[in-house]
């Protein structure tokens, strides 16, 4: 599976929408009620980010994406017997969306698995160039991964990699090696597909686009300061997947990252520690330590 | 016009430019107690207290700045804008902060 969907409340739709398209260069694919349907310019499928207006920023919920149809019945079962109740999301709940079956992990978040998204294609399939005309913003080509907050780590991560057969990339452990700070999760071959970090339960870190390299980050944060966007960090390193990135906030404080690099892990991979007295090293390699707005703004 | 806001625990004055938010104000003037977070209205660590003065209030999330404290002078101040001059609180007791 892959992360395919993310659902982020805004308290502006318009607004939100200026930003998504024009600073950071998703591609509208839709619109119904208070809801706004987004895509990357080389994403396939009809949507991977959700606007929904509300009155509180922060996730509604994130979706991964599984190969076959019949993953559904076997995860569902799978989740159910691990305990945790699953239920049934119907067909065209959401605009171009399938069946789904959606629950809630133990951290609060609501995550859902499903395999039916109308395709809309990337336009690249037959003899293509290597990227389309009238990009805009960063323009990402697709979704990265999320990082959430939550109190009990050891429990969503032992259901993320027992149950769904997530692996760990790298951990944070205190300096005694008994509690566990933070895990970073793959399915794909990638760093990270999701992550969680002590914190309060329920709560959105970030979401992050996949850049090209490392000058498209540079690009992305000049574009934050033409466009007055709110700068979180960056752009710097991380010591915790190798990748660049800038951190930067969306209109209504939902915390955004561009990432690029970072290594290529396989299901094989021996996960990397680090102990909490280096966190600051494991989270920005260059400047060596946290801010507190890093760790304690989160919608 | 542009107007002042007094952070009442330490007596600083803030400048307050036209169309500037409490928080782009004291940023600018490296005041730094009163916290700059997402600037978005969401996260609510910038909150502060209006003790005096009338001001608009931008778009705020609810599960930081609910409707009870709104009715008693708290705010965002990346969200607020004065329109008289204004004393503020950056230590007034909050249920969430």
């Given at each position: 599976m892959r992360l395919g969907v993310v659902e982020t409340r805004v308290m502006d739709l318009d607004e939100?929408?200026?930003y998504y398209t024009e600073v950071v260069g998703l591609q509208v694919t839709g619109r119904e009620g208070n809801r706004a349907y987004l895509k990357g310019w080389d994403e396939e499928d009809?949507?991977?980010?959700?606007?929904?207006?509300?009155?509180?920023?922060?996730?509604?919920?994130?979706?991964f994406k599984?190969?076959?149809e019949e993953d559904l019945n076997r995860f569902e079962k799978a989740v159910a017997q691990y305990g945790i109740p699953?239920?049934?999301?119907?067909?065209?709940?959401?605009?171009?969306?399938?069946?789904?079956?959606?629950f809630t992990l133990p951290t609060g978040h609501s995550m859902q698995l499903y395999q039916d998204i109308e395709k809309v294609g990337n336009g690249l399939k037959l003899n293509p160039d290597p990227w389309p005309d009238n990009l805009k913003g960063m323009a990402p080509p697709n979704l990265d991964h999320l990082l959430l907050t939550g109190d009990d780590i050891k429990s969503v991560t032992e259901f993320m990699t027992r149950v769904l057969d997530f692996h760990i990339s790298e951990q944070v452990v205190s300096v005694d090696g008994e509690q566990l700070i933070g895990t970073f999760l793959f399915r794909t071959n990638s760093p990270h597909d999701i992550a969680f970090i002590k914190g309060p339960d329920a709560k959105l870190h970030h979401f992050a686009f996949h850049l090209e390299n490392w000058q498209d980050v540079l690009r992305a944060a000049d574009l934050l300061t033409k466009n007055d966007i709110t700068l979180d960090m960056g752009p710097t390193r991380h010591g915790i997947t190798r990748g660049t990135t800038v951190y930067f906030f969306d209109?209504?404080?939902n915390r955004n990252e561009v990432f690029t690099g970072g290594y290529m892990p396989g299901a094989d991979f021996t996960p990397i520690t680090w102990t909490e007295d280096q966190l600051g090293k494991a989270i920005f390699y260059l400047e060596r330590q946290l801010n507190d707005r890093f760790t304690t703004v989160l919608t | 016009m542009p107007y002042q806001a007094q952070?009442?625990?330490?007596?600083?004055?803030?400048?307050l430019r036209d169309g500037e938010s409490l928080l782009d104000a004291a940023t600018r003037q490296g005041v730094t107690a009163i916290h700059r977070g997402c600037r978005g209205g969401g996260c609510g660590v910038c909150k502060v207290r209006v003790l005096s003065g009338?001001?608009?209030?931008?778009?705020?999330?609810?599960?930081?700045?609910p409707p009870d404290e709104r009715g008693v002078g708290f705010v965002l101040s990346c969200k607020t804008f004065a329109s008289t001059d204004l004393v503020v609180s950056t230590e007034a007791e909050s249920q969430d902060r």
């Open positions: 939100s929408l200026k009809h949507h991977s980010v959700v606007l929904v207006e509300s009155d509180r920023p922060g996730l509604n919920h994130m979706a599984v190969r076959f699953v239920r049934r999301v119907t067909k065209g709940t959401r605009l171009a969306e399938g069946e789904a079956i959606e209109p209504s404080g | 952070v009442r625990e330490t007596g600083k004055v803030i400048d009338a001001y608009a209030l931008g778009k705020c999330s609810v599960a930081v700045l």
